[in-house]
């Protein structure tokens, strides 16, 4: 296991968290960030992250665009929810759509972790075409296949997509 994975384990691992993550489309494009999980890995989702107790969905989601995109935004609608449970990580994790309210698109940091282990690697607004260039164990299950960015919003329900390997 190396030095990140081991900081990964024992900073997100071998308990349920919850987190909320935000689905920010901009001419015909979806914010997606690239996050390092090992040397040769690779994953890329939404900007979210984990819930701090006391703080509503709404604050939760804003401090994560905050942090990671430097973005300013409100949230609209929730989308779906969806399980990721690859042991050790196992989450809950809540999909809103937002809105752009201000602030300047940067690659910003996860605070949780040492700026050594720093998990972001790219960010950027990826059309269709470039989303689905992504193999599909290097992105979020959720958008693995789409056709359509309008098909983000026809999301209702609950997921799980049988990724978990505890049967």
Same mark, same amino acid.
């Given at each position: 296991?190396?030095?990140?994975? $081991?900081e990964?384990v024992?900073? &997100? ?15 015909d494009k ?5 996050h ?9 989702n ?8 006391? &703080? ?5 989601l ?14 609209? $609608?929730f ?6 449970l ?8 809540? &999909? ?9 698109l $940067?690659?910003?940091?996860?605070p ?26 290097? $992105? ?5 296949g789409?056709?359509s ?11 799980? &997509? ?6």
């Amino acid at each position: 296991m190396t030095k990140l994975e $081991k900081e990964l384990v024992d900073k &997100f691992g071998g308990r349920l968290r919850t987190r909320v993550n935000g689905i920010l489309i901009k001419d015909d494009k979806i914010l997606m960030i690239k996050h390092k999980m090992s040397a040769d890995r690779f994953f890329w989702n939404v900007p979210g992250g984990g819930m701090k107790y006391g &703080f509503s969905v709404d604050q939760n989601l804003e401090r994560e665009f905050s942090e990671e995109t430097g973005l300013k935004i409100k949230v609209k $609608k929730f989308i779906c929810a969806h399980e990721f449970l690859e042991p050790p990580l196992h989450a809950i994790e809540l &999909f809103f759509e937002v809105e752009q309210m201000g602030g300047e698109l $940067k690659m910003g940091i996860d605070p949780e972790l040492h700026e050594s282990m720093q998990l972001i690697t790219e960010i950027g607004y990826l059309n269709l075409e470039n989303l689905n260039l992504i193999k599909n164990e290097e $992105k979020h299950p959720l958008f693995w296949g789409i056709k359509s960015l309008n098909d983000v919003g026809k999301w209702i329900g609950y997921f799980n &997509f049988e990724n978990n390997s505890i049967k």
